[in-house]
């Protein structure tokens, strides 16, 4: 510890060595500024990359949720078109006509007609080997069954 006589002033001042400390405090005193800065800064740029990453990820999921919303409105449109047939295959009179029209249904007492239109000068068909089914395949049989041998 310096001494110090009645004036003030330090022993160590007098013989040079004040000047030196007094120097190297600025120094400290400096780096210490330098470094809080520093520090102030990357603190800085943390929030600024935490917030703009923020809004990066709050837009994403802005656009999954009016994605998800169309998807939502096109489920309701068919979800309504749905129940519209369902309505429509309820009524008694559809179902009869489409009894009758794909299955070939009758009702009791009514007579099936059916209309064959007549012979041409075409040789009659000759009838068809069933292919076999181990060899052909599957895929061959509806070939063969669309479109012939």
Not at 9 to 31: H, I, M, W
Not at 59 to 64: D, I, N, T, V, Y
Not at 82 to 97: C, H, R, W
Request: overall charge positive; proline content about 6%.
């Amino acid at each position: 510890m310096p001494r110090q006589d009645g004036s003030g002033s330090s022993v160590t001042a007098a013989v040079g060595f004040g000047a030196r400390s007094s120097a190297s405090q600025a120094r400290r005193q400096v780096l210490f500024t330098r470094g809080l800065i520093w520090v102030t800064a990357l603190i800085c740029l943390s929030l600024l990359l935490g917030s703009i990453a923020q809004a990066w990820s709050n837009s994403r999921l802005l656009e999954q949720e009016a994605a998800a919303r169309a998807q939502y409105q096109q489920t309701l449109a068919r979800h309504d078109q749905l129940q519209k047939l369902v309505a429509y295959y309820k009524d008694p009179f559809v179902i009869e006509s489409e009894a009758r029209q794909r299955l070939g249904y009758v009702r009791p007492g009514e007579h099936r007609v059916v209309i064959v239109s007549p012979p041409s000068s075409q040789p009659p068909a000759r009838p068809r080997a069933a292919p076999a089914t181990s060899e052909a395949g599957f895929w061959s049989q509806w070939w063969a069954v669309l479109f012939g041998s």
